[in-house]
């Protein structure tokens, strides 16, 4: 398996729609699987350079290694699509991914881009009345407006842990804070979602100890 060529704007820059601005939701949509491709090659395109670098630094404040966290990012993305086509109405199913210990940073990067082409083809197949297990009944915006913040909010730690300087993109920022987190305050999307997720502080409101996101429907 082969790492995916890098695309958009030169790694460690932040592409087209990356730079955060002041929040604004109108003409947001759901999140789909267009939504998560995005996200995916944002990760490639700003990981993909950096796969030579020490992948067994801490990743931000994170516990894991850079390495270990890319094989989460994985990990989730391919539980969301496992959901979202098996349809559990009350737990998760009983399986798990396993990254070889052996690959490389550039090949766990591969898996985890492979993962998210899964979930992005299932949530192109789903029904929008389709409904699967996350702490209850989540609908396909759902699994996909999680799937945006897993693979953002830890490609945003990853770089923190290599060094490169990136900022989350303003509009899938917003795509996540919407479906997510209905309460947050206005401001930046990516500074907002950072603060909202534990990462930062944010206009004077320190860092949050702990925070979860709301992906289940009443």
């Known amino acids: 398996m082969t790492t995916p060529r890098p695309t958009g704007g030169p790694a460690g820059q932040p592409a087209p ?4 601005r002041t929040r604004s939701d ?30 067994t630094v801490a990743a931000g404040t994170l516990e ?13 993305l391919l539980a969301c699509a496992g959901q979202l086509a098996g349809r559990p109405a009350d737990g998760y199913l009983l399986c798990d991914l396993m990254v070889s210990p052996t690959a490389s940073p550039a090949e766990a990067l591969a898996v985890a881009a492979a993962c998210g ?9 789903a ?20 799937g945006v913040a897993e693979t953002l909010l830890h490609t945003y730690d990853i770089t923190r842990g290599l060094g490169v300087d990136w900022q989350l993109p303003a ?7 919407v ?8 401001g930046p999307p990516g500074e907002v979602l950072l603060w909202m997720t534990g990462r930062a502080a944010f206009a004077g409101r320190p860092r949050r100890g702990s925070w979860t996101w709301q992906a289940a429907l009443p």
Request: charged share 20%; net charge negative; hydrophobic share 45%.
């Open 26 to 55: 109108e003409g947001v949509t759901g999140a789909g699987g267009a939504e998560v491709r995005l996200a995916v090659d944002e990760m490639i395109r700003v990981l993909g350079s950096h796969v030579g670098g020490d992948w």
């Open 64 to 76: 894991w290694s850079c390495w270990t966290t890319v094989a989460h990012v994985a990990h989730d």
């Open 171 to 177: 509009r899938l920022a917003t795509v996540v804070l």
């Open 127 to 146: 029904d929008p009345g389709l409904r699967a297990w996350h702490f209850g009944p989540c609908d396909p915006t759902g699994f996909a407006a999680m």
């Open 17 to 20: 729609d990356s730079p955060d």
């Open 117 to 125: 082409g899964l979930l992005a083809v299932a949530l192109d197949a």
């Open 179 to 186: 479906r997510l987190f209905p309460d947050a305050p206005p």
